[in-house]
């Protein structure tokens, strides 16, 4: 029990759809981080959230959209995505976005299939 | 650019020991971070170097040497639960965590 959970864990999607996916972190931090991960490549941060506000995007495109309504939930919601979007989704969180030793932890992620 | 190599694949065998080495080259530095992913599972934290030298956490041990730009995680003892993938992560000038791809290690009997 890492103290983040993501849901669904799994996720089959048509380019069509549109659906969203859930972060939520019960350790008490105010930062929050969405990943990509893709076989054999580095985690590619996408989002990071600081005490509810956003303060990093890497150039990801628009139909990743992501919402952070209080410091302990984050969603990323997804809208005509393409299949190489197919990925594993990893959400962290930390005590905040600075700092050296700002340890992130992450949840199992959501394993998406874009048909 | 940005960048941090480490191996893509490494073979061990249990009750033996095994290194698995780090170089990077990042745009400042702020630490620099191992952590254990399972297969199908979360990344889980393992250790932090911020200064050179090495820090013994039990079976596992990490390595930093800054003016070399290099870790390296050694693993004593192997067991069959250490097979895993390892990824090094280091912290840039902006505090971001800029992320290898994964060292996948593989436990043999």
């Known amino acids: 029990e890492t103290g983040v959970t993501q849901t669904p864990r799994h996720l089959v999607m048509g380019m069509t759809n549109k659906k969203s996916l859930k972060c939520e972190q019960h350790?008490?931090?105010?930062?929050m981080y969405w990943y990509k991960q893709s076989a054999k490549k580095p985690l590619e941060l996408m989002f990071v959230?600081?005490?509810?506000?956003?303060?990093e995007n890497n150039s990801v495109p628009s139909r990743f959209s992501p919402e952070c309504p209080n410091s302990s939930h984050l969603f990323l919601h997804l809208h005509t995505l393409q299949p190489e979007d197919s990925a594993l989704y990893l959400c962290?969180?930390?005590?905040?976005?600075?700092?050296?030793?700002?340890?992130?932890?992450f949840g199992p992620g959501t394993r998406l299939l874009v048909l | 650019g940005q960048n941090i190599d480490q191996p893509t694949e490494m073979t061990a065998t249990e009750g033996a020991i095994v290194q698995i080495n780090c170089t990077y080259q990042?745009?400042?530095?702020?630490?620099l971070f191992w952590y254990q992913q399972h297969a199908g599972e979360a990344p889980t934290f393992l250790s932090y170097?911020?200064l050179d030298g090495l820090e013994e956490k039990g079976r596992f041990s990490s390595f930093l040497s800054r003016s070399k730009g290099y870790s390296y995680l050694l693993l004593k003892e192997l067991q069959m639960k250490d097979s895993a993938s390892y990824l090094c992560?280091?912290?840039?000038?902006?505090?971001?965590?800029?992320w290898g791809a994964g060292t996948k290690l593989i436990i043999k009997p």
């Open positions: 959230y600081n005490f509810k506000e956003q303060t």
């Open positions: 990042t745009s400042g530095f702020n630490g």
């Open positions: 962290a969180s930390s005590p905040r976005n600075s700092g050296d030793q700002e340890t992130q932890y």
């Open positions: 350790l008490g931090h105010n930062a």
């Open positions: 992560a280091v912290k840039d000038s902006n505090y971001q965590l800029i």
């Open positions: 170097n911020v």
